[in-house]
């Protein structure tokens, strides 16, 4: 499938490796859409490795994000609790925190992706604030101890966050 930016007609669903097989093999959106007389129909499922993309006939609702939701959540043999949230395709941006310690403070540490998102998830600045991605941690030069964090964001529009929890 070919196009050329992201569609608003896709639902992106974050999940684990190796959930993402188990969703594909059993997925049967499409019946249980029909079942509750849905008017989205899901065109095509596939995956880039860190995510499922569903691609639909029409930009999905709250409500038919619910739904699809709960149906990945009830299959059989997957960690419900690593799915946290489902949105539809939106632009990403990023954003470029400069001079910051190498080392995580008081410890000789690197610091990682996991910090700094724990950071960004605890400060009020980030409070609207969906990762798109894992944060990259760059090493100034070699003899200094500071670093260049880029994480990239969803962007929102029309003022409205595309996810449900």
Same mark, same amino acid.
């Given at each position: 499938?070919?196009?050329?930016?992201?569609?608003?007609? /896709?639902?992106?669903?974050?999940? %684990?490796?190796?959930?993402?097989?188990?969703?594909?093999?059993? *997925?049967?959106?499409?019946? =249980?859409?029909? $079942?509750?007389? %849905?008017?989205?129909?899901?065109?095509?499922? /596939?995956?880039?490795?860190?995510?499922?993309?569903? @691609?639909?006939?029409?930009?999905?609702?709250?409500? $038919?994000?619910?739904?699809?939701?709960?149906?990945?959540?009830? =299959?059989?043999?997957?960690? %419900?609790?690593?799915?946290?949230?489902?949105?539809?395709? +939106? *632009?990403?941006s990023? =954003?470029?925190?400069l001079?910051?310690?190498y080392?995580?403070?008081? @410890?000789?540490?690197?610091?990682?992706?996991?910090?700094?998102?724990?950071?960004?998830?605890? @400060?009020?600045?980030?409070?609207?604030?969906? =990762?798109?991605?894992?944060?990259?941690?760059?090493?100034v %030069?070699?003899?200094?101890?500071?670093?260049?964090? /880029?994480?990239?964001? /969803?962007?929102? +529009?029309?003022?409205?966050?595309? @996810?449900?929890?």
């Open positions: 499938m070919t196009i050329k930016k992201p569609s608003r007609k /896709w639902i992106i669903i974050p999940i %684990s490796t190796n959930n993402i097989k188990r969703v594909i093999a059993s *997925s049967n959106m499409n019946r =249980l859409l029909k $079942d509750i007389k %849905s008017e989205i129909l899901i065109n095509f499922i /596939w995956s880039d490795n860190k995510d499922i993309i569903i @691609t639909t006939n029409q930009v999905a609702t709250t409500s $038919d994000l619910n739904i699809i939701k709960k149906y990945i959540k009830d =299959l059989n043999n997957i960690n %419900s609790s690593v799915i946290k949230s489902l949105r539809l395709s +939106q *632009s990403k990023y =954003l470029k925190i001079d910051i310690s080392f995580e403070e008081n @410890t000789n540490l690197l610091i990682t992706a996991d910090i700094v998102e724990r950071v960004i998830q605890t @400060t009020h600045l980030f409070n609207n604030v969906i =990762l798109a991605f894992c944060s990259h941690i760059i090493k %030069s070699p003899k200094l101890y500071m670093a260049i964090v /880029w994480i990239d964001i /969803w962007d929102s +529009q029309n003022s409205t966050k595309k @996810t449900t929890h």
